[in-house]
């Protein structure tokens, strides 16, 4: 069985103290493919060394995170752009809108995330798509670049199952992580009615852990945990889940 997390920030800081540790976890439990989105410029060295580390099971996107786009947007924007023709990299992510820490930037965060959709289609490339209280804003800059080359995962995806579908309309993956396990997540209520060919699993790690580890620091391993929770929705085994995302995953990165 082989399972991929397809959104992990294994170079955070928060894993400073085990990271090796806490990647064989990961490996030991099948877990074996993890897809890396960027953040900022601050983190690119740290996303080298991870990659150098594991050559064999890390997968590198670069891309410019919503939170990061300030004053000098446009310097971390000719970051991206330098370092997606200077080498390869699996997606453009993570990408997005995120209003719930500062409203106050939309304009320069639509303007970032076109920008990057663009990178992305002239790279052949997926987008990794960060939304947060924005789900109309994304949809919006989706619905003006939507084409034959716009594809990929709405990460961390949160919303209801009309919103699931419109995501499904762009050619865009759901990625369905800690959130499901929630007794308040609610897209467990309506998953059952996403076929699983537009599910992918990630974790967000170190962020928004599965229950029974929710409020702790989340890791690779456990993905698991959400594994089970969608054999239990769609009434599958566990290796039918990890086999169908898994192969969707590879539908989205090419590897």
Known sequence: MIITDTHTHLYSEAFDTDRKAMIERAISQNVSR????????????AMMTLEADFPDHVFLMMGLHPTSVKDNYKEELKHVEDLLAKRHFYAVGEIGIDL????????????????????AKQYGLPI???CRNAFDEIFEVLEEVADDKLFGIFHCFTGTLEQAHRAISYNMKLGIGGVATFKNGKIDQFLKAIDLKHIVLETDSPYLAPKPYRGKRNESAYITKVLEKLADIYSVSEEKIAEITTANSKDIFGI
């Open 100 to 119: 719930y820490w500062d409203t106050s930037t939309l304009s320069i965060q639509q303007e970032a995330f076109k920008y990057q959709i663009e990178l």
């Open 34 to 45: 993890f897809f890396i989105p960027a953040i900022d410029s601050t983190y690119t060295k």
């Open 128 to 130: 990794v798509i960060h």
